[in-house]
């Protein structure tokens, strides 16, 4: 059954519909952001990790390893990094952005556990010019949140008043936090936990409510609802028995949606349906420690779980400096959905004749866009045609590149990597700086051609041949960063390659998204039942996926690229169209779930019949990358989903705020046209959600986004 392509809003009986949490075995790792990492210190306990406004923020605690950083939702690229390391009075419990009219004009850190600093610290929002003001009480604050736009809630983290909930006013300028006296004289509840409260979240259904559990108690922790009108508690369950050791136990109580989200270090994340705001409905599903580890690559203790307004996604903190962002599996667009993003063209950007766009990829949230022929390639944010990095070979043959990505693991920021010539039969990798200045080029094994790549870990390659007589080959390369070398890794055979079944040549190689254990590719320049494999990354053994018959097309042409995204194949061709099939397993092949014809991707693209060289999905299958002639990459994506939700005699349609620019449209009938609403709505923020109010009219309306 295909998927709706837009929300259907009966305008007089609309409702209110929720999507439910995720189950176990539809998680992914969306992305992973390390600030030690990306600041080169040691890693170290991530502690409380936040989403706000479309923005990660990513804490790490402890003596000597203080730091944070802000990325944007889905990217493990840095918008802002700040080094505490030598100061152990700015390491923080939680960080997060102000709100209101502050809220991207100064952060909010509490006070260090390391140093016992009583203070709550400001920053600018570049994450410079710290200042600090006293808490109430001179008391060290924990977690906090906010219950208005200068109103927070927090946690006491001094021994011996752990069991404290503080109400406090902020004031951005002159920074201050006073006692606000809404509950008692005091600014203060005393709560009924038995230990310690680690973290205090406001609700998203229920907003006039807080949620916080017993932490460092393993015997029938119970977790808690405090109205924030009244500073009541009201007891809303209990975990049993829990294990673990050193700061353990039920961590975080986060409500989104009408569903309580009850994590704990050791033994996972229990999701529970909610009757109102204080009972407790039956347990919905759990995410246990193991399928968490499965998902995430594994933390020893998670220390913190952030959930995205809807529940869509999610973050946990680790341990090694790690913070994971988790998404639900995703579902292919439909051809109907698809819409241009962004055209990205280096060589106008160069002012150079553009050419035949070749293997484009995304790496980090960035388009990486690489024309053959008159050499050149740039590096741009995913959504934007302005370059942050650009470079031009079109003078020098033997730096054409076949496929150019960045170095992954600590170079991933430092280094990039294009494969070797056809143009000039340059039988090299070349490395370059982040800017893309200082080449530095060095023979591949066995001094052939390299065409495409793909990274099997954060320091070994597999790669395609363009050498004749050798494009059925695919080679597996151990690459070091500093001093340079690409080295045969001997793992299948001592020879370090596989000659594969493939008839005539494979132009690209991809290693899988759920299943990272395996490489995809096909039989390109075939127009005669190409067939397309996976191969076994572990082992070097071939298996046969499935053909695609009969194809058109000549020059350079067929079968081009093979990519695995949450379980689903997608089959790119020059001349016919992507055919995504679902993957029963690995390296069996399910049904055809949907296609997208060349002529449909000519319209969403604007393209005028050229032929595609390459297709790339993003790691969370939302944005796909098209190369084409005339120096151009098309970055594509769906129309963003559309929520609606009645409030009073109107009606609020929301959507990500990571989605921008969007023309909002309705129709009285899916069979009549959707027309611009004139004027348009004001778009007000919300959270992570853009979101619009529209009157309720008469009969039903249909709404959509355009992208203009």
Request: glycine fraction near 10%; include cysteine; proline fraction near 5%.
């Amino acid at each position: 059954m295909k998927r709706p392509l837009i929300l259907a809003a009966a305008c007089l009986l609309a409702s209110l519909a929720q999507a439910a949490p995720y189950l176990p075995e539809q998680l992914r790792l969306r992305t992973t952001v390390q600030p030690s990492l990306d600041l080169g210190i040691a890693g170290n306990t991530m502690y409380n990790p936040r989403f706000f406004d479309g923005k990660i923020y990513a804490n790490q605690i402890n003596a000597g390893n203080a730091c944070f950083g802000r990325y944007p939702i889905g990217s493990s690229l840095p918008e802002m990094l700040v080094n505490h390391t030598t100061d152990n009075t700015f390491e923080h419990r939680l960080v997060a952005p102000f709100r209101g009219a502050n809220r991207s004009t100064y952060l909010l850190g509490s006070g260090s556990a390391v140093a016992s600093t009583t203070t709550f610290t400001r920053y600018n929002y570049d994450g410079t010019s710290p200042v600090t003001a006293v808490t109430p009480d001179t008391q060290t604050p924990d977690s906090f949140d906010w219950v208005g736009d200068d109103t927070i809630i927090y946690s006491d983290y001094t021994s011996g008043n752990r069991k404290r909930l503080y109400l406090a006013t902020v004031v951005a300028e002159p920074f201050s936090v006073t006692a606000k006296t809404t509950w008692n004289a005091n600014g203060y509840v005393t709560t009924s936990v038995s230990t310690r409260i680690r973290n205090v979240r406001v609700g998203e259904a229920y907003s006039g409510y807080a949620y916080y559990g017993d932490a460092g108690q393993n015997t029938n922790p119970n977790f808690y609802a405090l109205n924030l009108a009244t500073g009541v508690e009201t007891l809303v369950g209990n975990l049993g028995t829990l294990t673990g050791s050193g700061s353990y136990g039920l961590w975080t109580v986060g409500e989104r949606g009408g569903f309580l989200y009850v994590q704990t270090t050791d033994n996972g994340i229990f999701v529970y349906e909610m009757t109102d705001a204080t009972t407790l409905g039956p347990l919905y599903t759990n995410y246990t420690k193991v399928q968490l580890d499965a998902v995430t690559g594994g933390s020893t203790q998670y220390f913190g779980l952030d959930i995205t307004a809807g529940g869509k996604k999610l973050l946990l903190g680790g341990l090694a400096g790690q913070v994971f962002e988790l998404g639900g599996a995703s579902v292919p667009y439909l051809a109907e959905e698809l819409q241009l993003r962004v055209t990205v063209q280096p060589n106008a950007d160069l002012s150079i004749a553009g050419n035949t766009m070749y293997n484009p990829r995304s790496f980090d949230d960035k388009i990486y866009a690489n024309q053959i022929n008159t050499p050149c390639f740039g590096r741009y944010p995913s959504g934007t045609n302005t370059a942050e990095a650009l470079v031009n070979n079109s003078a020098t043959p033997l730096l054409e590149h076949r496929m150019v990505g960045p170095f992954r693991g600590a170079s991933r920021f430092t280094y990039m990597l294009g494969s070797g010539s056809a143009l000039a039969l340059g039988t090299t990798f070349t490395r370059y700086d982040w800017d893309g200045n200082n080449p530095s080029s060095i023979d591949a094994p066995d001094l052939l051609v390299a065409a495409g790549f793909d990274w099997v870990d954060n320091d070994t390659i597999i790669y395609s041949i363009y050498t004749s007589g050798n494009r059925n080959k695919l080679y597996l390369a151990d690459v070091v960063a500093e001093p340079f070398s690409l080295t045969i890794n001997p793992a299948w055979n001592a020879s370090g390659y596989v000659t594969t079944s493939v008839s005539t040549r494979i132009r690209n190689v991809r290693v899988g998204g759920v299943y990272r254990g395996y490489a995809y590719y096909g039989d390109a320049g075939q127009n005669s039942n190409p067939n397309f494999y996976a191969l076994n990354l572990a082992t070097g053994a071939e298996t046969l996926l499935g053909s695609l018959g009969a194809l058109t097309g000549s020059g350079s042409f067929g079968l081009w690229s093979v990519v695995e995204r949450d379980g689903y194949l997608y089959v790119q061709t020059t001349d016919n169209g992507i055919f995504i099939y679902r993957l029963t397993d690995a390296t069996t092949l399910g049904l055809l779930y949907a296609t997208y014809t060349k002529a449909q991707l000519d319209a969403a693209t604007g393209n005028t019949g050229a032929q595609y060289f390459g297709l790339d999905v993003s790691v969370d299958g939302k944005k796909l990358l098209l190369g084409a002639l005339g120096g151009k990459v098309f970055e594509l994506q769906g129309r963003p989903p559309v929520s609606v939700t009645p409030s009073g005699s109107n009606l609020v349609l929301s959507w990500p705020v990571t989605i921008l620019g969007q023309v909002v449209q309705s129709s009285p009938s899916l069979s009549t046209p959707f027309v611009d609403l004139d004027p348009q709505p004001a778009v007000v923020v919300n959270g992570e959600l853009n979101t619009v109010t529209i009157p309720v009219g008469v009969g039903k309306a249909f709404f959509r986004l355009r992208k203009p």
